[in-house]
């Protein structure tokens, strides 16, 4: 009960924590150290990457590449299997770490620990599978499309991607922003913004075959609400195998409310166009969203 009193009494102070832990920090080469921990402790998001290995029967040995490898928060769970990895760590900060952990459970023999930009790094053997799970909310600040783009040309013929599709949904909404803020992720329930009309697909990310990293899309929503709307509340769901989903929690695409360019009013029924102008990988800051008046 006194840690709900707490959360209670941070309620407004908490509404940008989640936004500030995932924001890329280039000191630490990637995330606060923070993440870190909230990523290992969401038992969700991990537990949809443990199903989607066990799926692959573990990854039995087979040769793997996982991108952004962390604290090893989802490699320990599929090194033991497989009979070659070769794992990619951009942050320097973490090669101690990440090297101990290798050789306490003696698994030096078996992988290759490459420090370095997973946009750049050739891999000298096919692939059965690339696994990583850079991703932010629409793949908006995060490089998980530019780095499968490259990583997938090692794969082989039937190698397999971990995620391989990513559904973007959008809904109009109004929201009350702080000064200075264009998007936040949702932490607390009451942050949630006043839902006007329903959800509609935005676009696909198909992982196998996703070349373009500017999307341009037009998309019509009719308002089950009359009222004005300053922002749109998006949602990623993602495939990371067949049958094996993850939809969002708050420590990985969480349910974020982001500014439109524009306020409008809108009317119930009656139908309006939302345009979405962004690039994958940038700033979720710098993504156009709006609808003409």
Same mark, same amino acid.
């Given at each position: 009960?006194?840690?709900?009193?707490?959360?209670?009494? #941070? *309620?407004?102070?908490?509404?940008?924590?989640?936004?500030?832990?995932? %924001?890329?920090?280039?000191?630490?080469?990637?995330?606060?150290?923070?993440?870190?921990?909230?990523?290992? %402790?969401?038992? $969700?998001? $991990? +537990? /949809?990457?443990?199903?989607?290995?066990?799926?692959?029967?573990?990854?039995?040995?087979?040769?793997?590449?996982?991108?952004?490898? +962390? %604290?090893?928060?989802?490699?320990?769970? =599929?090194?033991?299997?497989?009979?070659?990895?070769?794992?990619?760590?951009?942050? @320097?900060?973490?090669?101690?770490?990440?090297?101990?952990?290798?050789?306490?459970? +003696?698994?030096?023999?078996?992988?290759?620990?490459?420090?370095?930009?997973?946009?750049?790094?050739?891999?000298?053997?096919?692939?059965?599978?690339?696994?990583?799970?850079?991703?932010?909310?629409?793949?908006?600040?995060?490089?998980?499309?530019?780095?499968?783009?490259?990583?997938?040309? =090692?794969?082989?013929?039937?190698?397999?991607?971990?995620?391989?599709?990513?559904?973007?949904? /959008?809904?109009?909404?109004?929201?009350?922003?702080?000064? +200075?803020?264009?998007?936040? @992720?949702?932490? =607390?329930?009451?942050?949630?913004?006043?839902?006007?009309?329903?959800?509609?697909?935005? #676009?696909?990310?198909?992982?196998?075959?996703?070349?373009? !990293?500017?999307?341009?899309?037009?998309?019509? *929503?009719?308002?089950?609400?009359?009222? %004005?709307?300053?922002?749109?509340?998006?949602?990623?769901?993602?495939?990371?195998?067949?049958?094996? #989903?993850?939809?969002?929690?708050?420590?990985?695409?969480? @349910?974020?409310?982001?500014?439109?360019?524009?306020?409008?009013? !809108?009317? /119930?029924?009656?139908?309006?166009?939302?345009?979405?102008?962004?690039?994958?990988?940038?700033?979720?800051?710098?993504?156009?969203?709006?609808?003409?008046?």
């Amino acid at each position: 009960m006194e840690l709900l009193y707490k959360v209670i009494d #941070n *309620f407004e102070n908490l509404k940008y924590a989640l936004l500030d832990a995932q %924001t890329f920090n280039p000191d630490h080469y990637g995330f606060p150290e923070i993440y870190y921990k909230v990523m290992e %402790t969401d038992k $969700v998001r $991990v +537990g /949809a990457y443990i199903k989607a290995f066990e799926k692959y029967n573990n990854l039995k040995d087979a040769v793997v590449c996982e991108a952004g490898v +962390g %604290t090893l928060a989802l490699t320990k769970h =599929f090194l033991p299997h497989v009979k070659k990895a070769y794992l990619i760590e951009y942050n @320097p900060n973490l090669t101690e770490f990440i090297k101990k952990e290798l050789s306490r459970n +003696g698994w030096t023999h078996k992988t290759e620990f490459i420090v370095g930009d997973a946009m750049k790094i050739e891999i000298p053997e096919k692939l059965d599978y690339v696994i990583g799970e850079l991703m932010s909310i629409y793949c908006a600040n995060e490089y998980q499309v530019q780095i499968f783009k490259h990583l997938r040309q =090692f794969l082989k013929p039937e190698g397999k991607l971990i995620p391989e599709k990513i559904i973007n949904l /959008a809904q109009l909404t109004y929201a009350h922003f702080e000064k +200075g803020h264009q998007h936040y @992720p949702i932490l =607390f329930t009451r942050h949630w913004p006043e839902l006007l009309t329903d959800q509609k697909l935005i #676009n696909t990310t198909d992982l196998y075959h996703e070349d373009e !990293l500017r999307i341009q899309k037009q998309t019509e *929503f009719t308002p089950y609400l009359s009222g %004005t709307a300053n922002s749109i509340l998006m949602h990623s769901l993602i495939q990371l195998a067949e049958g094996i #989903n993850f939809t969002g929690t708050d420590s990985l695409m969480p @349910p974020t409310v982001t500014k439109l360019q524009n306020d409008v009013n !809108l009317k /119930a029924v009656q139908p309006v166009v939302l345009h979405s102008d962004y690039h994958y990988g940038t700033n979720l800051d710098e993504a156009k969203f709006w609808v003409n008046p």
